[in-house]
């Protein structure tokens, strides 16, 4: 049947996300109607209604499959909201660590709900719940710890799509003490084991660098690595090569197929051997979406040899979305895995027509060095190009470097990838095999500091990223009708029809070429992001020709948090760092964030106490250091002009708007009458100001803690507030975006 799993596929990853989007009733009652129409056409002898029949059929199944997992695992976990309890449960992956919190996923085993009299226990819950739990107690815990732990659960908002892709359900902060009960180890627990194991192997014998980076290349294992790289990968488009998927399974898998050819083993045995390689390696990297999609692929070309099979490729990745999706209904919202479905779509039905068209000009005399080349380009262009409208939509940004990078750095690792592969086994011989370790470990550390040092120098440029909005995939939708044109222009016999296609290919290219003019140069774009840093935060306003950033981190790695936000926007420098309050940690902050000439100029508040501190900071940068007593004014030319309040916050003047950023909620009219803008953003920590006049502000910006946010969410209900977000994490920013013209 051909290509009948890849149209499935593909059908159930968009009823996938009509999950979420859509009340769940809709999904019982489209099953429903599939179903009914699915049976219709199985009773039809042609063999093209007995295909359609069974698409349909399988997307019902999908369709009462995602019913009867909300029904199981959503509602209950909606009832558990804003209750108090006590879990005991086992911790299933690694803690992250987030500054002042850090979080792990507990499966829960017993439920015991806080009632007034007593405590009451609940059978029917959720099996996944996201716990977040305060620094001090992070040393303790390790992944199958089974512990008893107090916890309040609260309303999942704008993430919980995510969440629920990773089939987590509810979330809750700790209320006190965590007890460890002891360890529960299930029979996958030798695949956690062995992933540390390699990751102390590369601490011990590479650099911290490369030890950080071949375990995020190798396992996955990203945790290690400082916010400051990962911004930069971001920004360069490459945050896919430290997200285990297709690229290094496929790599493993004809590693592991060489060895066992050169073995003469059978192809029958070849893929049993090649299907128990495929369960380790996904099972070392914790079955994460995209590295799941790669396994399920893979494992049907296995099966197809021990079958005696051959498998088609677009059909292997419908099959692997459609189990995906079965096993994980709101799959649609993993990020990494839409992106490892898209890009592997992509290589296989965009990049033979972009190399038919890469060939046209050697007329089939093109030598394999070039061919190779031209290769890797069309590989990386209908990559990009499949997986642009996520990215837009997820990120809001696009990278303008991102082929560039992924030129630079595809061969390279993929060199280290099969490096690091004979390294692991070497590293564990003994002592007498040491300079073979040594060598194989130069090896790999030159072309590691390659990449590293590609990723970062290509991440410093300002004006490689470009903030975009859903209205900006206009040219994308534009190019496609004009490559579908093309397509259709060279597969067309009559004359007309070709001068048709090439017409209306024409005109959609000179569509995009306008549309890209309009949305770039008449369209300047202001940017306010709220950035939650520890236990305070900042605020990132850009326009056109100006930054600013009002406060800083509170210890060095806050301060690659908040450098990550300004990388998001494009920008890799500040004209000014407001600081309404200055404390001994700020001035490590401030200090780290300046390091490198990244901001030109600091205003900063008059401390006796902190003489030392700001001397420090003159020492290590070559900003200008302005301090003041109570309110200091800051001018950029004519379309910016800032004041700073002491303890109260500041405001940021462009010429049709004015940010009010405010650390003081009792400060607010003071900072209200600086404003001189038509329109006014309000950006505040913690707490809504008591006096607040919703109408005073077209958008109000709130990074808080999640504890903090049920009052929020009470107080914008009695004052009627529809233009406030807010943010609870401390990895995500809330961003908001207005286009003006200057």
Not at 48 to 53: E, H, P, T, Y
């Amino acid at each position: 049947m051909v290509r009948v799993f890849f149209y499935s596929g593909m059908a159930i990853l968009l009823c996938s996300a009509a999950l979420t989007l859509l009340p769940p009733c809709f999904c019982l009652i489209l099953g429903g109607v599939l179903a009914l129409a699915a049976l219709i056409l199985l009773m039809v002898k042609r063999s093209a209604g007995l295909r359609l029949g069974i698409c349909l059929l399988l997307v019902a199944a999908f369709c009462f499959t995602g019913y009867f997992n909300f029904l199981k695992n959503v509602r209950p976990a909606l009832q558990l909201q804003t209750r108090t309890a006590t879990v005991i449960g086992t911790i299933v992956d690694y803690p992250e660590d987030h500054g002042d919190i850090f979080t792990y996923t507990l499966r829960a085993e017993q439920l015991l709900l806080n009632a007034a009299p007593g405590q009451q226990k609940i059978t029917d819950f959720p099996r996944q719940l996201k716990i977040q739990v305060v620094d001090s107690t992070k040393t303790s815990l390790q992944v199958f710890d089974q512990i008893k732990i107090p916890v309040k659960f609260y309303t999942l908002d704008e993430n919980k799509n995510s969440l629920y892709s990773n089939k987590i359900y509810a979330s809750a902060w700790v209320q006190g003490s965590v007890n460890k009960l002891g360890q529960n180890r299930p029979f996958y627990a030798v695949f956690y084991s062995f992933r540390q194991t390699v990751t102390k192997a590369f601490c011990r014998y590479f650099s911290k660098e490369a030890a950080d980076f071949s375990s995020a290349l190798l396992l996955g294992n990203r945790q290690a690595l400082d916010a400051r790289f990962l911004a930069c990968a971001r920004v360069t488009g490459v945050s896919h090569v430290l997200v285990v998927s297709g690229l290094h399974l496929g790599i493993i898998f004809q590693a592991f197929d060489f060895v066992f050819r050169l073995l003469r083993l059978s192809k029958r045995h070849c893929g049993l051997l090649q299907l128990f390689v495929v369960f380790a390696f996904c099972a070392v990297c914790g079955f994460s979406p995209s590295i799941m999609r790669a396994g399920l692929t893979y494992a049907v070309i296995a099966l197809g040899r021990v079958l005696r099979l051959k498998p088609e490729p677009l059909n292997s990745l419908g099959f692997a979305a459609a189990v995906c999706c079965f096993l994980n209904p709101y799959l649609s919202f993993n990020v990494a895995a839409m992106l490892s479905f898209f890009a592997t779509f992509g290589l296989l039905f965009g990049c033979p027509y972009v190399m038919r068209v890469f060939l046209l000009p050697f007329r089939g005399h093109c030598k394999k060095p070039v061919r190779a080349v031209l290769l890797a380009v069309a590989q990386t262009l209908t990559a990009e190009y499949f997986t642009f409208p996520i990215a837009v939509l997820v990120f809001g940004y696009i990278s303008l470097i991102a082929p560039i990078t992924n030129l630079l750095i595809g061969y390279p690792t993929t060199i280290t990838l099969c490096l690091l592969l004979v390294t692991v086994p070497v590293l564990f011989l003994p002592p007498v095999f040491n300079p073979l370790k040594k060598l194989l470990v130069f090896c790999c550390e030159k072309p590691i500091q390659y990449i590293t040092t590609v990723i970062r120098r290509l991440a410093e440029p300002e004006g490689i990223i470009f903030d975009t909005t859903l209205e900006q995939l206009l040219p994308y939708f534009l190019v496609t009708a004009a490559f579908v044109c093309l397509i259709i222009f060279t597969h067309l016999q009559r004359q007309r029809l070709r001068f048709l296609a090439a017409a209306l290919a024409g005109f959609f290219g000179l569509s995009t070429a306008l549309s890209c003019g309009y949305l770039i140069y008449c369209r300047p774009v202001l940017t306010v992001q709220a950035v939650k840093l520890g236990y305070g935060f900042s605020a990132v306003i850009t326009t056109p020709g100006q930054t600013v950033l009002v406060g800083a981190g509170d210890s060095s790695q806050n301060c690659n948090t908040l450098q990550s936000a300004l990388l998001k926007t494009g920008r890799n420098s500040a004209s000014v760092l407001l600081l309404p309050e200055l404390s001994r940690s700020v001035a490590i902050g401030t200090t780290a964030l300046v390091q490198g000439n990244k901001v030109s100029a600091v205003l900063y508040p008059k401390s006796g106490a902190l003489l030392s501190e700001v001397t420090e900071l003159r020492r290590q940068s070559t900003a200008k250091l302005v301090a003041y007593n109570q309110t200091a004014f800051y001018e950029y030319g004519t379309a910016l002009n800032a004041a700073c309040v002491a303890s109260a916050g500041a405001v940021v003047n462009l010429k049709s708007c004015s940010v009010i950023v405010l650390t003081n909620p009792s400060a607010l009219y003071s900072l209200t009458r600086l404003a001189t803008g038509k329109h006014k953003i309000l950006v505040c920590y913690a707490a809504l100001p008591p006096s607040l006049n919703p109408a005073e502000f077209e958008k109000i910006l709130v990074s808080c803690a999640a504890a903090q946010k049920p009052a929020i969410e009470t107080f914008a209900r009695s004052a009627g507030m529809k233009n406030i977000v807010y943010n609870t994490n401390a990895t995500q920013t809330v961003k908001w975006r207005k286009h003006y013209v200057e």
